[in-house]
């Protein structure tokens, strides 16, 4: 019961916003439609008085049948809004556009010539009337309802362009939420509590690591709306994000950390090496002076970022928000030729990300 209740609000809905996209076209429709219905009216009257015959009877006529199609014209574009034609598969929409077509130009017959009848005394209501008028009509609608059908479409995928512009916009943000909130609550915990425990006994080393916080935390801060960062910056981040571990977990890991320096300035996505290294310290089985290793080298084909640490690849690790989160930054920058993958191999996990070169 409650799922109808939610369709028929949704129906509500779509039909209210459909209607009210009727009334902001209603000035661009009134403009075109009168060009275009005076356009039939002016090549009609050519014909009929200078071509075929010499008829001023046909002033009148085109006058009330070019006067009639304007008028229905309305109500095949509310039709062709209301029901979302255009949002249909192709075949349909062609099938539902004809039918239509078929429907509003013999409407405008019907209507029409019992006005002519009664107006001229003429007895016109004939079906080899009505199929002649209804061949000369036909093509005017025709021509009205695909070029109506290409405006439409015009508009629908403009709209499609900009709702996924928009949803672009909003996944940027999400991801920047994510980014400044990367560093997790449960870490600063402990690196404040650590540092607080430090104040009398080491002093030194308190302040220290008061500056590695601070140094992190703008870090983060400033580069929350940057899609790229150096990869020195970046290791700068990770070198102070290891030493505030180093003070929590002390003699239980032991860091290594490799960097080509001719990569310096080669550009990667913010708080990457960091989110993989807290990804390694946060599963891995840290104790007895464990190593974990940060690796980023410059191949002969590519550039690898790794870090290993210690322990066995249990569950689906890779496919957590962060690490997700982190693959789709990678492939937004560098496309197709970015490879991520976490596998294990000698009682270690690998996090691997290679970018192949230009």
């Not at 209804?134 to 403009?158: D, E, K, M």
């Not at 990770?238 to 490799?258: A, K, M, P, R, W």
């Not at 974990?292 to 890779?318: A, C, M, Y």
Request: aromatic share 12%; charged share 20%.
């Amino acid at each position: 019961m409650v799922t109808s209740i939610t369709v028929d609000t949704n129906f509500l809905k779509n039909s209210s916003m459909t209607l009210k996209k009727i009334e902001k076209a209603k000035k661009e429709f009134w403009i075109a439609n009168t060009l275009g219905w005076l356009s039939v009216y002016l090549v009609n009257i050519f014909f009929q008085t200078n071509v075929f015959t010499e008829n001023p009877d046909a002033y009148i006529y085109s006058v009330i049948i070019c006067g009639m199609s304007f008028i229905m014209s309305f109500f095949l574009r509310w039709v062709l809004l209301y029901f979302n034609v255009i949002e249909r598969k192709f075949v349909h929409t062609i099938i539902l556009s004809a039918l239509l077509m078929i429907v509003v130009s013999l409407l405008v017959i019907f209507a029409y010539t019992p006005i002519i009848d009664y107006f001229f005394d003429e007895d016109s209501f004939k079906w080899k009337y009505i199929v002649h008028d209804w061949v000369n009509l036909a093509p005017s609608f025709f021509n009205w309802t695909l070029i109506y059908l290409s405006y439409i479409l015009f508009i629908h995928q403009r709209k499609l362009t900009a709702e996924k512009y928009e949803m672009s916009l909003e996944l940027k943000e999400t991801e920047l939420a994510n980014l400044r909130n990367q560093l997790s609550p449960h870490f600063l915990f402990n690196a404040i509590n650590n540092i607080r425990s430090l104040i009398l006994v080491e002093p030194e080393r308190a302040r220290s690591g008061l500056l590695e916080m601070s140094d992190l935390l703008r870090y983060v801060l400033n580069y929350q709306k940057r899609k790229t960062v150096p990869l020195s910056e970046e290791m700068e981040v990770v070198q102070s994000y290891i030493e505030l571990n180093t003070i929590h977990l002390g003699d239980n890991v032991q860091f290594e950390v490799s960097v080509d320096e001719s990569l310096n300035s080669f550009q990667i996505p913010p708080m990457s090496i960091q989110l993989l290294l807290e990804n390694a310290i946060k599963h891995g089985e840290i104790k007895d002076k464990a190593k974990v290793v940060i690796e980023v080298k410059n191949q002969t084909d590519f550039i690898s970022i790794q870090v290993i640490n210690p322990g066995k690849l249990l569950t689906k690790s890779d496919e957590g928000i962060g690490l997700k989160n982190l693959k789709h930054r990678f492939k937004d920058i560098f496309k197709e030729k970015v490879k991520f993958k976490i596998f294990e191999a000698n009682n270690t996990v690998i996090a691997n990300i290679t970018i192949a070169h230009d």
